[in-house]
């Protein structure tokens, strides 16, 4: 949870919406070594001068191409031709390659929202006009601000209620001290000291509105001097964690690490 020992900040503008093992192979029979691209399949017999005829005559039908003289012995079209089929496989690799790369960007994203629970692709659908607007506005990844929400909030299936079981709307955890003079209510929280997790009564504050939830976020993040690292991340979500954490932000010496983990569940909007 959130230490948030700061004076109070700027009013929030409205948003107004929502070779195999075992061949001996004798040094002077040797093939030559054939360009990087058309690799040639290894033989298990010992290669003998004429071993090296046919390499050489491999070498130079490669070299001139299939227009050029043709190969004389059996050993050397066999040898071309093995050459051949391998550059051909080698091509169609990195082709594949290629032609796959979006699609399993694409998949990782789909991925990532198949492995979210109802109740959670629910919560990021109604905090996600807010959180983007945020993002923008800190210079972060959406992905950062709601992952952030989901962590404080457990989801939004935890929230910080007051005495009379209402939803305080407080999706990140803050804390009502620093000058705050807002609607605020107790409630416990796990706090870390020395290293050890203690159940603490602590005074949080309320909102009347999700515009107000995040209104508030911003300020927090854009004017406390504790934060600076944190902003202006981009897509790097692990440096934004980092920045909160190093800020103290949270007690909880796994909180980035925490957040990270939860970003990787969340889909880019």
């Known amino acids: 949870m959130l230490r ?21 192979v004798a040094p002077a029979a040797r093939l030559p070594q054939l360009p990087a691209t058309t690799p040639v399949a290894a ?7 004429l071993g090296q005829d046919v390499a050489r005559e491999v070498q130079q039908f490669i070299s001139q191409g ?10 050397a079209r066999w040898l071309a031709l093995q050459a051949a089929r391998q550059a051909a496989r080698s091509e169609r690799s990195k082709e594949g390659l290629s032609a796959t ?9 789909v991925g990532a929202a198949a492995s979210l629970q109802p109740a959670q692709q629910a919560f990021l659908d109604r905090i996600a006009p807010w959180a ?5 506005r800190l210079g972060v990844s959406p992905r950062a601000v709601m992952a952030h929400a989901a962590l404080e909030s457990g989801w939004g299936q935890r929230p910080v209620r007051d005495a009379l079981g209402q939803d305080s709307l407080n999706l990140f955890g803050i804390k009502a001290q620093g000058g705050w003079t807002g609607a605020s209510t107790p409630a416990l929280t796990t706090e870390y000291e020395a290293g050890q997790a203690v159940r603490q009564t602590q005074s949080f504050r309320q909102y ?10 911003v300020r927090l993040l854009a004017h406390s001097p504790r934060y600076q690292a944190a902003l202006r991340t981009g897509d790097d979500v692990q440096a934004f964690a980092s ?18 983990r939860i970003s990787r569940q969340i889909p880019s909007p």
């Open 4 to 24: 948030s020992d700061f004076l109070p900040l700027p009013a929030w503008p409205g948003t107004g919406g929502t070779v195999p093992s075992g061949a001996a």
């Open 101 to 109: 790369g979006g699609v399993r960007s694409a998949a990782a994203a």
């Open 208 to 217: 009347a509105d999700l515009d107000a939830t995040f209104g508030d976020y």
């Open 132 to 136: 983007q607007q945020a993002a923008q």
């Open 43 to 49: 033989e298990t017999a010992v290669y003998t001068p």
């Open 66 to 75: 299939s227009g050029g003289a043709a190969l004389a012995s059996p050993q």
């Open 243 to 260: 920045g909160l954490a190093a800020g103290g932000y949270a007690t909880d010496p796994d909180y980035a690490q925490k957040l990270v």
